[in-house]
């Protein structure tokens, strides 16, 4: 039973930062192989960065590397995703997903959602 909840999103504009937080509320975290997915309207939702349990191993999508980071803190069960350089591109609605007892994650196998956030980016 882990239920996650995004925040963070906003209008920001190009060039600008916004740190993305996803709180569980369970006690499995720690044991969960977390991501971070987008989806903009009229896309196929798609991966932006995961990270292991530990948080020693990270994943990121091409397209966001050198900008995105994400980070783990068990004993918060939180998850974030900083963005910085952000562009118009990054305009979606950012989910945060779970696969218990994995070593990663993908939009067709993770176990569990979060209701999303939107992040905006002007030009």
């Known amino acids: 039973q882990v239920q996650l909840v995004e925040s963070g999103g906003g209008l920001v504009q190009a060039g600008g930062s916004l740190r993305l937080s996803c709180a569980a509320s369970?006690?499995?975290?720690?044991?969960?192989?977390m991501g971070w997915f987008r989806q903009a309207p009229g896309k196929e939702r798609e991966f932006v960065a995961g990270?292991?349990?530990?948080?020693?191993?990270?994943n990121y999508a091409d397209s966001v590397k050198g900008r995105f980071t994400i980070s783990r803190d068990n004993a918060k069960n939180t998850v974030y995703l900083q963005m910085n350089s952000l562009k118009p591109e990054d305009t979606a609605a950012y989910y945060c997903?779970?696969?218990?007892?994995?070593?990663?994650?993908?939009?067709?196998?993770?176990?569990?959602w979060g209701q999303g956030t939107q992040v905006t980016v002007s030009s």
């Open positions: 997903a779970a696969r218990r007892w994995s070593w990663d994650i993908s939009a067709s196998t993770a176990d569990h």
């Open positions: 369970g006690r499995t975290l720690s044991t969960s192989y």
């Open positions: 990270i292991a349990w530990s948080g020693d191993k990270t």
